[in-house]
């Protein structure tokens, strides 16, 4: 199984962009890289994925290496609702698919 | 709203009790998870149903019993748990397996389950 690596914990002005990296240095050629992110008493929340190409949608971007073994999270203007616990998971081989959660990163937007 | 709707939100059960957790979802998904989320633990992946059938059984014990009767609801039937099984359970949905698509999983809010 491909694994990630993610720093505990992060802070981050309100207002600035926080930047959420992740390593996962055994990921094979087609497997994706998904974030999803959970804030305190809710269920996770899918925010993005990608292969190969840099992604960018509302919520925020995705910045995935050449090599593909490490990838960052880009929240462009964090608020302190981005408050949560962000995942970053990469598909499990071998068990249909199905998304393995490790520990995060525990980011705290402060004012 | 996140399409994938929970009951209840908050559960307190006896040892001795049955009891059921239900979750629908509205996003016309076909495969159904649930995990379980215990205090400073990472989620852990229970049971997989796709189209209605079982793929995957976590090693889960037999006192949770899952059923999907159709591909828009999940149960998760609770029996005869511990006090260690108290944890959040959350049920998710994708429209295929993560990961072979560009299929993320959609989670409700969870059900808080407390055994006493």
């Known amino acids: 199984d491909a694994k990630t690596t993610q720093p505990p914990s992060m802070d981050c002005a309100e207002g600035r962009a926080a930047n959420l990296p992740c390593n996962h240095s055994t990921i094979s050629g087609n497997e994706y890289v998904y974030w999803y992110r959970q804030i305190h008493s809710q269920g996770p929340q899918y925010i993005i994925h990608g292969l190969k190409n840099n992604e960018t949608n509302e919520m925020a971007s995705l910045i995935i290496t050449e090599d593909r073994k490490s990838s960052t999270l880009i929240l462009p203007h964090a608020t302190l609702r981005d408050t949560a616990v962000y995942y970053c998971i990469v598909r499990v081989a071998g068990s249909q698919g199905n998304l393995i959660f490790g520990k995060g990163t525990k980011l705290s937007v402060k004012p | 709203e996140t399409g994938v709707t929970q009951t209840p939100r908050h559960l307190v059960m006896g040892m001795t009790n049955k009891k059921s957790l239900k979750c629908e979802q509205h996003l016309g998904h076909n495969a159904m998870y649930w995990y379980k989320q215990s205090a400073k633990k990472p989620l852990e992946l229970m049971f997989v149903?796709?189209?209605?059938?079982?793929?995957e059984n976590n090693s889960v014990p037999s006192r949770f019993s899952p059923e999907c009767p159709n591909s828009s609801h999940l149960f998760l039937h609770l029996h005869t748990l511990q006090p260690e099984d108290s944890a959040l359970y959350l049920c998710?949905?994708?429209?295929?397996?993560?990961?072979?698509?560009?299929?993320?999983?959609?989670f409700g809010n969870g059900t808080r389950l407390t055994v006493t």
């Open positions: 998710a949905s994708s429209q295929a397996f993560p990961g072979q698509g560009n299929s993320p999983l959609h």
């Open positions: 149903y796709n189209f209605k059938e079982q793929t």
